[in-house]
């Protein structure tokens, strides 16, 4: 109680603490083991996964205190060729019933996007891809928004930035991927992440080159129509990416990755709400964090993000 009590009073605004509850951290492990921290396993985390230069797959457990914990970098297998990786979406882990887990995520390899299984099973782990999409050269980010979370969520949509600016949405169902509207006006961003996903509506927080931070309300409706917002309007340009994860019942925890100079820092959100959008700054994360993509590794079961 006495460390939750502490970083309640970190956070400041009741905003950031609703519904805080116990770490989303994962349970399931990649290579080895971190070691224990109380501090972890108490508080609101983020597991930030990554793809290294070398193609191996990351993740590290990184929780609300101030300054902010990080637990042990735990390092999988290779599952790309060096340089091969350019943009993930999200990773979700589950438990196998032959014991172990798996994780499973979608990514752009070259020119590519393909789903990616790790199974960290007895004798394992192993590793293999299916194709999703070919042609996508043109694109710089991928996002999957899976509603509601589990094995069979009844939507899933995916958004990409194209290199012309535009914003690309598709729908995965059981005969594969459908266009499902494109929208022009996006070149200035520079990085986002999903930080809701409803039955009515996906939300990214995003960052611009000039330094703002927005958030881009997508109804699941066609066409496809953002309604964008500022939430800041200066200091964000130096971040090459963002990853968040729910904090409680509708706040977010952000992690910003400074991958020039190797540093990450970490952010208390409130729920999103424009310029009056709650912000606390928690610190530095300590760690060097230049791995050149990031995403967010989450379990596949509990609630989807909830921040705006």
């Given at each position: 109680?006495?460390?939750?009590?502490?970083?309640?009073?970190?956070?400041?605004?009741?905003?950031?603490?609703?519904?805080?509850?116990?770490?989303?951290?994962?349970?399931?492990?990649?290579?080895?083991?971190?070691?224990?921290?109380?501090?972890?396993?108490?508080?609101?985390?983020l597991d930030l996964g990554s793809i290294t230069a070398n193609g191996n797959y990351v993740d590290q457990v990184v929780?609300?205190?101030?300054?902010?914990?990080?637990?042990?970098?735990?390092?999988?297998?290779?599952?790309?060729?060096?340089?091969?990786?350019?943009?993930?979406?999200?990773?979700?882990?589950?438990?196998?019933?032959?014991?172990?887990?798996?994780?499973?995520?979608?990514?752009?390899?070259?020119?590519?996007?393909?789903?990616?299984?790790?199974?960290?099973?007895?004798?394992?782990?192993?590793?293999?891809?299916?194709?999703?999409?070919?042609?996508?050269?043109?694109?710089?980010?991928?996002?999957?928004?899976?509603?509601?979370?589990?094995?069979?969520?009844?939507?899933?949509?995916?958004?990409?930035?194209?290199?012309?600016?535009?914003?690309?949405?598709?729908?995965?169902?059981?005969?594969?991927?459908?266009?499902?509207?494109?929208?022009?006006?996006?070149?200035?961003?520079?990085?986002?992440?999903?930080?809701?996903?409803?039955?009515?509506?996906?939300?990214?927080?995003?960052?611009?080159?000039?330094?703002?931070?927005?958030?881009?309300?997508?109804?699941?409706?066609?066409?496809?129509?953002?309604?964008?917002?500022?939430?800041?309007?200066?200091?964000?340009?130096?971040?090459?990416?963002?990853?968040?994860?729910?904090?409680?019942?509708?706040?977010?925890?952000?992690?910003?990755?400074?991958?020039?100079?190797?540093?990450?820092?970490?952010?208390?959100?409130?729920?999103?709400?424009?310029?009056?959008?709650?912000?606390?700054?928690?610190?530095?994360?300590?760690?060097?964090?230049?791995?050149?993509?990031?995403?967010?590794?989450?379990?596949?079961?509990?609630?989807?993000?909830?921040?705006?």
């Amino acid at each position: 109680m006495r460390t939750m009590r502490r970083t309640a009073a970190l956070l400041g605004a009741a905003v950031l603490l609703a519904g805080l509850g116990t770490a989303t951290a994962s349970a399931a492990k990649l290579g080895k083991p971190a070691t224990a921290n109380p501090k972890i396993q108490s508080i609101c985390s983020l597991d930030l996964g990554s793809i290294t230069a070398n193609g191996n797959y990351v993740d590290q457990v990184v929780s609300a205190a101030s300054p902010p914990v990080a637990s042990e970098r735990r390092v999988g297998p290779q599952i790309a060729q060096p340089g091969e990786t350019r943009a993930s979406a999200t990773w979700e882990f589950k438990p196998e019933p032959e014991g172990g887990s798996s994780d499973s995520g979608y990514a752009l390899y070259g020119d590519t996007l393909y789903s990616t299984v790790i199974n960290n099973v007895p004798g394992g782990p192993w590793w293999g891809r299916g194709l999703a999409m070919e042609d996508m050269s043109a694109y710089t980010s991928i996002a999957r928004a899976a509603y509601p979370k589990g094995d069979s969520p009844t939507r899933q949509y995916f958004y990409a930035l194209r290199n012309d600016g535009s914003l690309v949405r598709w729908k995965l169902d059981k005969e594969g991927f459908h266009p499902l509207g494109t929208y022009a006006g996006f070149s200035a961003v520079k990085t986002m992440t999903l930080i809701s996903t409803t039955s009515t509506y996906d939300t990214f927080l995003a960052t611009t080159k000039a330094g703002a931070l927005y958030t881009i309300h997508i109804p699941t409706t066609s066409p496809l129509t953002p309604v964008v917002k500022v939430v800041r309007s200066s200091t964000w340009q130096g971040f090459e990416a963002i990853v968040a994860e729910k904090c409680g019942t509708q706040s977010t925890l952000l992690a910003a990755i400074d991958t020039d100079s190797g540093s990450a820092y970490l952010y208390a959100i409130g729920h999103a709400n424009g310029t009056a959008t709650a912000i606390q700054s928690l610190g530095k994360v300590p760690g060097t964090f230049n791995d050149p993509v990031y995403f967010l590794r989450t379990s596949q079961a509990g609630t989807p993000l909830n921040g705006e």
